[in-house]
């Protein structure tokens, strides 16, 4: 006789007193619902940092871009250049090797579009709370997040927590 799971409901909860399980299970909630938002747009949550970062910071160079959300090299050359082939990003010579990044005007559209769905995912993340938690929240995220910059520790190099 095959043997039938318990329900959810009545498993043990290992995690309950881990803080990192409790960030990275909400992450993946929030870039799943995120990610269900920008599908029509044909962004992933990734493509659009890379247009918000670039939209704030024109003339970035890649490296520089890398380095702020933690994405290597041999994963944004590839990332850059479908946002250029879709007429998204344009790159400006800047010295003899680099080569800044701007939007174009379609980037810009779509950033202000895409932004407006990040809203969205927000609201809903702020409807569940009481007032005063969404800033509360926030401004621990980014305590954190500052401060794990500092940190020597390698993983932290290529994560999106920089």
């Known amino acids: 006789m095959k043997s039938v799971p318990a329900p959810a409901s009545a498993l043990n909860d290992p995690f309950s007193d881990l803080l990192t399980f409790h960030l ?3 992450s993946l909630i929030v870039a799943a619902d995120l990610g269900e938002r920008l599908v029509d747009l044909s962004l992933t949550v990734t493509s659009l940092s890379v247009l918000l970062m670039v939209e704030a910071n024109a003339g970035v160079t890649q490296t520089e871009l890398g380095r702020a959300l933690g994405i290597k090299r041999a994963n944004l050359a590839p ?6 082939a879709r007429d998204l990003i ?3 010579p800047t010295d003899g090797r680099s080569h800044g990044l701007r939007l174009t005007d379609t980037g810009l559209r779509l950033a202000d579009l895409a932004r407006r769905r990040v809203r969205e995912t927000e609201a809903l993340l ?4 009481a007032a005063g938690e969404p800033e509360a929240l926030a401004a621990l995220l980014v305590s954190l997040r500052t401060s794990m910059r500092d940190e020597p520790h390698a993983a932290l190099e290529t994560s999106p927590l920089r």
Do not use: E
Request: charged share 30%.
């Open 24 to 26: 990275r299970r909400a």
């Open 79 to 84: 990332l850059t250049a479908t946002l250029a």
């Open 90 to 92: 344009q790159r400006d």
């Open 126 to 129: 702020s409807n569940r709370m």
